[in-house]
């Protein structure tokens, strides 16, 4: 056998004969960075999972879920304990139409109508606390005219009809050795229907501010 025989010879030292394409080798930084592409997708596969888990488990209030939802939280609303008058007592008068509260310490007293030329009281009422009196008298006249006597006066509303208070911060007729602020006292008259209802306050009464809450109170009925 001729080795020398061209047509012994292999293909690709034949003049004119194809080659074979070798491929080029893949650098080393590509391939560590697929391999890193690679090992965080395997990674995330997992924690995709899970998540989707728990959405799935929170919408569908499946374990452990169930007893963990927070409860709405209520919007705020008026309380007893926000209310000053909260406990108070309530004094009602169907007769004439009228109520307010007091403390419940405050002591509720009853006095005698009084009928006699000048002045026509049908109902006189007191609530006495400490140091400080609260009345309500109803007449059938036109009271004593404050406004001749007092020392001041504001403009109020007590049940939604404006009026006067007419304060006497000094008290009136103020005797011996007396406590300005202990004589001091209010009046304010409110003319409604056929009856005049004054309220009084007496004791620590230059301004109707610590007789404010139950002023507030104070409202007709009829």
Request: charged share 15%; aromatic share 14%; net charge negative.
């Amino acid at each position: 056998m001729d080795l020398n025989d061209p047509a012994r010879q292999p293909v690709s030292d034949m003049p004119g004969a194809p080659t074979e394409s070798v491929p080029s080798p893949i650098p080393d930084s590509i391939s560590a960075t697929r391999n890193k592409i690679g090992v965080k997708l395997l990674l995330s596969i997992p924690l995709i999972v899970l998540i989707g888990y728990f959405i799935l488990a929170y919408t569908q209030d499946w374990w452990p879920w169930n007893g963990l939802k927070l409860s709405p939280v209520p919007s705020a609303s008026p309380t007893a304990s926000q209310d000053p008058t909260a406990g108070w007592k309530t004094y009602t008068n169907t007769q004439y139409g009228f109520e307010f509260k007091y403390p419940q310490s405050w002591v509720f007293e009853d006095h005698s109508p009084t009928i006699d030329e000048v002045n026509k009281i049908l109902l006189s009422i007191t609530i006495a606390g400490p140091n400080q009196n609260f009345s309500v008298r109803v007449y059938q006249n036109e009271p004593l005219r404050y406004a001749e006597l007092t020392q001041t006066k504001t403009s109020t509303e007590i049940s939604g009809l404006p009026t006067t208070a007419y304060l006497f911060p000094e008290g009136y007729e103020c005797y011996g050795d007396g406590d300005p602020v202990q004589c001091s006292f209010f009046a304010i008259p409110v003319k409604r229907g056929n009856y005049w209802y004054v309220l009084e306050g007496r004791g620590n009464a230059r301004d109707l501010a610590s007789y404010s809450q139950i002023l507030s109170t104070f409202k007709f009925t009829n």
